[in-house]
């Protein structure tokens, strides 16, 4: 019995050296030296400073900038996930009618815009950095005038946000998308 209790515990501590030690080591060294970029975060910088991942979405609350999709975490990374509301929730239907109006309201919009899905319903995790080109295409018009962009300033910012859709993955999976914060960043470049 000693003898089994004995061996139980070295191939214990085998196993948690291996799976627990030596295992993630190895991965995050062929991570780092496979794809750098990615194992670190997809980190996306202005300058020398970090100002967000690729990956994850962030709050955009001004005028002068393209607003993301809405997220039922107020984008917090730790506790991500969807608020639950179920296709006959009267919660999700105010929220929804709720966010229909304040982006017809501030992109200065007629009545009967048909607003993008993706602006009115957060995703699944709260945290989808995407938003469609048709919801960008919508928000031109009051970044243009929140900024004083002239004519040619404004045909810019619409080729920049052609410039920024991306295509279904592997050209079957998805939706054409365009990424808010690498958008935001280069407009901010624009002059």
Known sequence: MKKSILSGL??????TLLTGMVYPL???GIAQAVFPRQSNGSLVSIGQKACGSELLGQEFKSDRYFWSRPSSCNYATLPSGASNWGPTSDT???AIEMRKADFIR???LPLNTVVPVEMLTASGSGLDPHISPESAELQIGRITTARHFTTAQSQQLRRL???HIEQPQFGCLGEKRINVLQLNRDLD???
């Open 106 to 108: 501030s992109n200065r």
């Open 26 to 28: 190895i991965i995050t």
């Open 161 to 163: 946000v052609a410039c």
């Open 92 to 94: 999700l239907r105010k």
């Open 10 to 15: 070295k191939i214990l501590l085998a196993f």
């Open 189 to 191: 470049l624009l002059r």
